[in-house]
């Protein structure tokens, strides 16, 4: 069994996931745009660059509000606000990178990050399934995850 503890997991996760991002998505823009990889590897990394400080600041913004309105449980209904809030701003973030880089218009725009946001949702899942498979939560972890 391979554990870490908590911070280290973390680092490794988010280490990991976005190596594996910026490959994906570098792909995937070669495919919606037509270019190669020299013009598309660029834009994966500055997504995922952008998508890691938005999910930091996002976060500590729900987080804080979690509080300030004293929720105690993230529901099922706090769980999609908390997603569609994220996707959103990363949305509003992404949309004028991908126009200015491949000179492209708002609904060219607006599909490519569609066609990434449906990737992701499939390999975050799948991510974090094998993840947890090979580094799995130590057992405090698991008493900490289930008061929330």
């Not at 999910?55 to 987080?63: A, G, M, P």
């Not at 060219?108 to 066609?115: D, K």
Request: net charge positive; aromatic share 16%.
């Amino acid at each position: 069994m391979n554990t870490l503890t908590p911070i280290k997991r973390r680092i490794v996760y988010v280490t990991v996931f976005e190596i594996l991002a910026i490959l994906f998505s570098t792909f995937i823009l070669m495919l919606l745009s037509g270019s190669d990889a020299i013009q598309s590897l660029p834009m994966a990394i500055m997504i995922s660059g952008a998508a890691v400080v938005w999910n930091f600041f996002y976060n500590s913004i729900f987080e804080a509000l979690e509080k300030h309105w004293q929720i105690h449980k993230r529901t099922l209904v706090i769980r999609a606000f908390h997603a569609l809030g994220f996707e959103g701003g990363l949305i509003l973030i992404c949309l004028p990178l991908y126009m200015l880089w491949y000179d492209v218009g708002l609904w060219t725009a607006f599909t490519m990050e569609a066609a990434l946001l449906a990737f992701f949702l499939v390999y975050t899942f799948v991510f974090t399934l094998v993840f947890d498979k090979i580094f799995p939560l130590l057992p405090q972890a698991h008493a900490f995850a289930r008061r929330r």
